[in-house]
């Protein structure tokens, strides 16, 4: 199809253009060079593609769009779920799609089967029978300018219930893409196969969603609600926007994981691209959606700027709401890796998802965990100028859940699973806990206290500069929230400690209020911490217990000079095992403190 052909195809069971109803044969499409105005203005096929493959189709199709202009429906409203694809795959096809757009305008519009890619192979009553991976489609779209909408399936990438392998590489030109509960870019809801995304200097916007007025549940990109297969996403360049959607405790990703998925999640971003990344209800900003099993790998290197929110629940960069499983801490792990590459600083802003005036009993971290979560969470921080705030929740039923807030950067509230802080490098510009009694570093608050080790912190400094961690209303600057759980501070090397303050009754490094125990331990730095109210620089905050070794390096704590209800040591505090052995030490309690 080319020059001045303007072109309007229906088909049912066939495709409108492409091949019939369960055909074998091999078919090729090429639409370029249409002329300004001409081209494909319409090509739809109830069960067939629009343009591709009939329902059925066992031969390879080929589909190749150079300098033409295609729409395959008007707008997203003339069908929300017929199961063929708009550009690729019929339903049920079982040949290899290959589909390539160069220097094109391109609107599609899925149902059931993608806008741009595979169509649905089956539904909740109907499982497919493909095997997973056997069959692959793969997308190029190149310098193109590209509009995509659909229903349960991904806009572009797969079909709901989609056993087929994905491979899409987007590079330069201007995409936006949405789905209600498949993803933007990525799976189909409860999609089976493996799914590959590389997105290079392009202007992406991806949305979970179609029409903020109804509520979805899909992903911006990533994988679908429900999807099994393996998702990979590389992002290099460029600017990105994605947004999952959900409400409560159940979402999915901006980028990353749907809901309910169990497919493992290996996103990079990297080279210089800014994203913007949001999640939906329970769903990450940047990482797992919530009721994920999956384990999610995130590595940021070398982005110029990321801003990440969480969704209500849920985590800025990390994991959804209650992902994981209690009885295995390596199913849904979570590990985020922040680094420079060669002279390239990411700009970090991370919050977790807030609802103050809804009925979430769960907040998540800036960096780190969701609300409930039960997985295993290891944050690596190397490089990056980071700011991080944790989430914050309020049930506006019967304001029971007021201590309920994530870590600006560790586990979010009421987490069960171990967290793990390695920072090694870059600056923490500011790492603040949720109002409710977050640590700045550390744990999140819980509602009750908790001895039994379950969701225990581990923090390591070594190097880098933290210029202010903050905790908030009961939670330390580094240490254990308010009702936090037992935490081991370590702190060596070079690490630079600016100002580190507790939040009201907390330690500035040490425990929150009627926290768990927490272990310090100092073997170099330079260190200036200061309690909150009747709480100690370091070492305990009210009601809680800690321990302080000391080895070397210049340390100043200090109590807090305003604490009305009882002393504020410098180091020390109620319930504290201190070891000096070395080190220069400057320690300033209040009133009855020592």
């Not at 590389?234 to 947004?243: E, H, Q, R, Y």
């Not at 949720?434 to 550390?442: N, P, Q, V």
């Not at 425990?511 to 073997?523: A, M, T």
């Not at 909150?532 to 070492?539: E, L, P, R, V």
Request: net charge negative.
């Amino acid at each position: 199809i080319t020059g001045d052909a303007l072109v309007y195809a229906y088909g049912s069971g066939g495709a409108a253009i492409g091949s019939g109803e369960s055909s074998t044969g091999e078919t090729t499409i090429n639409i370029h060079d249409t002329t300004a105005e001409k081209g494909v203005k319409r090509a739809f096929a109830y069960d067939g593609a629009g343009i591709g493959s009939g329902h059925y189709a066992s031969g390879q199709t080929h589909i190749t769009i150079r300098n033409a202009s295609v729409s395959s429906l008007d707008s997203s409203d003339d069908s929300t779920n017929n199961p063929g694809a708009g550009i690729g795959s019929g339903k049920g096809a079982k040949g290899n799609t290959d589909i390539t757009i160069e220097s094109s305008t391109v609107k599609a519009v899925g149902g059931n089967g993608a806008a741009i890619g595979s169509g649905s192979e089956g539904d909740i009553y109907s499982l497919p029978t493909g095997t997973p991976n056997d069959l692959k489609t793969i997308i190029r779209i190149t310098d193109s300018n590209v509009t995509a909408s659909s229903y349960s399936s991904a806009a572009i990438g797969s079909g709901s219930y989609s056993t087929n392998a994905t491979d899409i590489k987007i590079n330069g030109g201007k995409i936006e893409a949405s789905s209600y509960d498949g993803s933007g870019i990525g799976s189909g809801d409860s999609a089976k196969g493996d799914t590959d995304i590389h997105i290079t200097n392009s202007d992406v916007t991806a949305k979970g969603f179609i029409d903020v007025r109804y509520v979805s549940h899909g992903t911006g990109i990533g994988s679908g609600i429900n999807s099994s297969g393996k998702t990979t996403i590389d992002i290099s360049g460029g600017t990105v926007k994605a947004m999952g959607s959900g409400d409560g405790y159940k979402g999915s990703a901006g980028i990353g994981s749907g809901s309910h998925s169990t497919g493992d999640t290996d996103i990079t971003l990297r080279d210089g691209v800014t994203v913007e990344a949001i999640g939906g209800g329970g769903g990450a900003g940047i990482g797992s959606g919530s009721d994920a099993n999956g384990n999610t790998t995130i590595l940021i290197e070398g982005a110029t700027k990321v801003t990440a929110t969480g969704g209500s629940t849920a985590a800025g960069i990390g994991s959804g709401h209650y992902v994981g499983d209690i009885n295995d801490p390596s199913v849904g792990s979570t590990t985020i890796t922040i680094r420079n590459s060669g002279n390239v600083i990411p700009i970090i802003e991370a919050k977790g998802g807030s609802n103050e005036n809804g009925s979430c009993w769960a907040s998540g971290a800036g960096i780190g965990s969701g609300g409930n979560t039960l997985n295993k969470t290891t944050i690596n921080i190397e490089g990056g100028e980071i700011t991080a705030t944790g989430g914050v929740s309020l049930d506006s039923r019967n304001h029971s859940d007021e201590r309920l807030s994530g870590a600006g950067i560790g586990s979010g509230s009421n987490v069960s699973g171990e967290t793990e802080i390695n920072i090694k490098g870059g600056t923490i510009t500011k790492a603040t806990g949720g109002k409710y009694g977050g640590a700045g570093i550390g744990s999140g608050s819980s509602d009750t206290k908790d001895d039994s080790k379950k969701g225990a912190v581990t923090i390591n400094i070594t190097d880098g500069t933290i210029e202010k961690a903050e905790g908030k209303n009961g939670g330390a600057g580094i240490g254990s929230g308010y009702y936090g759980r037992s935490s081991t501070v370590n702190i060596s090397g070079n690490a630079e400690l600016k100002d580190v303050r507790g939040g009201n009754l907390a330690a500035g490094i040490g425990s929150g209020y009627d926290s768990d125990k927490v272990d310090v331990v100092i073997d170099g730095g330079t260190i200036n911490a200061t309690g909150g109210d009747s709480a100690a620089g370091i070492g305990s905050g009210l009601n809680s217990r800690s321990s302080v070794t000391i080895k070397s390096g210049t340390v100043n704590a200090k109590g807090n000079q305003h604490s009305n209800n009882f002393g504020s040591s410098g180091i020390g505090g109620s319930y504290a095992d201190v070891t000096i052995s070395g080190g220069t030490i400057t320690a300033t309690g209040y009133d009855t403190g020592a």
